[in-house]
């Protein structure tokens, strides 16, 4: 169960988990399957324990930091999950310096905690590979947040990818919005040797972007294929159906809730692999049009 507030309904051992939603993750909450699904798998590995997960959302960076030195002082929570991590985070060194344990979901080159991994850069190439088996020779992609760690390993195994097979490759950065899913779209198509195929780094901005294209009269697949980064019953409802990078979310969350745990139970921190990320295809991929 998600709490809200700190005092409220504490597990039997009375032991809080924090997570802090920032900026536009907290936004995208209740559209986006993916964190819910996450938090989910969290509680599971953490409920039997008596530990709950606190959901705080907050505006921006400031907030949050400020959140984990109040939670250090007055110990409201055990310890923290961080989620989104990005380049030159200043988080882990916040937490480590208050004193606070934590679990990074991503990589980080502070060796204070534990991390759960999942392979994004092998997941990227796999797309790349598989859309190129389908006569593809341009391929866009509208990402994520640039500062992103993830974000960076998936664009450099797909320009990666791109260089090996001959293949031109061209990113726009989005922010995971329905909006950019849209605009990232109309920016590939409009520029010199518009993509056959286009990846998208969510499920919202794939779905919002394939809807997009069939009100236009873009035939999905048939003119352009389209691949979601997250998969999501989003994609399976859409028309066509869209294609995706699978990851179960849950299991990724029981990752997180057990590596929690441990770090608990005074276990030296470590990485741990997240589940594997396999090609879900479905409808809205095929072969490239003829020239």
Not at 29 to 55: Q, S, W
Not at 59 to 84: F, Q
Not at 186 to 211: S, W, Y
Not at 219 to 246: K, Q, W
């Amino acid at each position: 169960m998600i709490r809200s507030d700190p005092h409220e309904g504490r597990g039997p051992a009375g032991q809080l988990i924090g997570l802090v939603l920032t900026g536009s993750a907290a936004d995208r909450v209740g559209v986006e399957p993916f964190m819910m699904e996450l938090i989910a798998g969290m509680e599971e590995a953490l409920a039997p324990r008596g530990i709950t997960v606190l959901v705080v959302v907050v505006p921006d960076l400031d907030a949050e930091l400020a959140t984990y030195r109040r939670w250090a002082g007055d110990r409201t929570v055990e310890a923290v999950v961080v989620v989104n991590v990005v380049h030159d985070d200043p988080r882990p060194g916040r937490l480590a310096g208050d004193g606070l344990p934590a679990v990074l979901a991503g990589r980080h080159s502070d060796g204070a905690f534990a991390k759960v991994l999942t392979d994004d850069a092998g997941a990227m190439t796999a797309a790349v590979d598989m859309l190129a088996s389908l006569g593809h020779r341009s391929i866009g992609r509208v990402s994520g947040p640039a500062d992103m760690v993830h974000t960076t390993e998936r664009s450099e195994a797909m320009r990666s990818a791109g260089e090996r097979l001959g293949i031109r490759v061209r990113i726009v950065e989005g922010d995971y919005s329905a909006e950019d899913g849209v605009r990232g779209v109309r920016d590939l198509l409009a520029g010199e040797r518009p993509p056959t195929a286009i990846v998208f780094d969510n499920d919202v901005m794939a779905v919002a972007a394939e809807h997009d294209l069939i009100r236009a009269g873009v035939p999905v697949p048939g003119r352009l294929s389209l691949l979601a980064c997250d998969d999501s019953p989003l994609c399976e409802l859409a028309v066509p159906p869209l294609s995706a990078l699978s990851i179960d979310v849950h299991e990724h969350g029981l990752t997180l809730g057990r590596a929690v745990v441990a770090t608990l139970g005074g276990e030296p921190p470590r990485d741990y692999a997240g589940p594997p990320i396999r090609i879900r295809g479905r409808e809205s991929t095929g072969p490239a049009p003829a020239a």
